[in-house]
């Protein structure tokens, strides 16, 4: 013998079903985790250079910290700072280096107007001379630069200079005895260049 649901009984039993499978399709998915926020992470992955590929230079160099003012310049301010931790821009983020700093702060002469692109210029063919090669040059991202803790842009306020808004350039120079870090600020009144004098590159094939 066969039974059949009354018509009512038949839709209500239909509505059951499809509400079960509702629930579980909500709690399926209030049950699946977040993922991990890829774009924080990434920003916040520290940089770092291959020294490995830049020649030693043997050019002669000055005194700490190498190097003056373009003609026209003068030096308005400098400083050093002993053992002093520096964010050095890489292009892609920003390397810490450990090092002895020397910065100035250069104006142009009384009756001259500063040129960003003639002391950009004049900055490039300095540290080219002594053996530099460039790594990075433009503007920092916004996001990038603000990620500088602020206790260490209060340290290094005139060795890092205005590099929140103006364009950066750093180059390296590489040499027997010791890696010359060279960071720059062209900004539209002053500009800011700071060495850093940090330990050698070892090659992980000579140690």
């Given amino acids: 013998m066969s039974f059949r649901l009354k018509p009512a009984l038949a839709l209500a039993a ?4 499809v509400l079960a499978l509702a629930a579980c399709g909500r ?3 209030a049950e699946a985790p977040a993922g991990p926020d890829t774009k924080a992470t990434t920003a916040a992955a520290p940089a770092s250079f291959d020294l490995s590929g830049v020649p030693v230079s043997t050019a002669p160099l000055a005194a700490p910290p190498y190097f003056t003012a373009p003609a026209g310049y003068r030096v308005e301010a400098e400083g050093a700072l002993q053992k002093t931790r520096f964010p050095i821009w890489l292009g892609s983020g920003f390397q810490t280096v450990d090092g002895d700093v020397h910065w100035m702060r250069i104006a142009a002469e009384s009756g001259k107007t500063l040129s960003r692109t003639e002391v950009q210029a004049a900055f490039d063919g300095m540290v080219r ?3 530099g090669v460039m790594i990075a040059s433009g503007r920092i991202p916004r996001s990038a630069a603000d990620a500088v803790p ?8 005139d060795a890092l200079g205005d ?3 103006s364009p950066t350039t750093t180059w390296v120079i590489r040499r027997a005895d010791k890696t010359i870090w060279v960071h720059a600020v062209v900004s539209i009144e002053v ?13 992980a094939s000579s140690s």
Avoid: I, K
């Avoid at 239909?14 to 079903?17: F, G, P, R, V, Y």
């Fill in 14 to 17: 239909a509505s059951l079903a």
């Fill in 163 to 165: 590099f929140t808004n």
């Fill in 129 to 131: 001379d002594a053996g």
């Fill in 191 to 203: 500009a800011y260049l700071s060495t850093v004098d940090a330990p050698p590159f070892v090659s």
């Fill in 27 to 29: 709690s399926d998915t």
């Fill in 150 to 157: 602020e206790e260490m842009r209060q340290d290094l306020l």
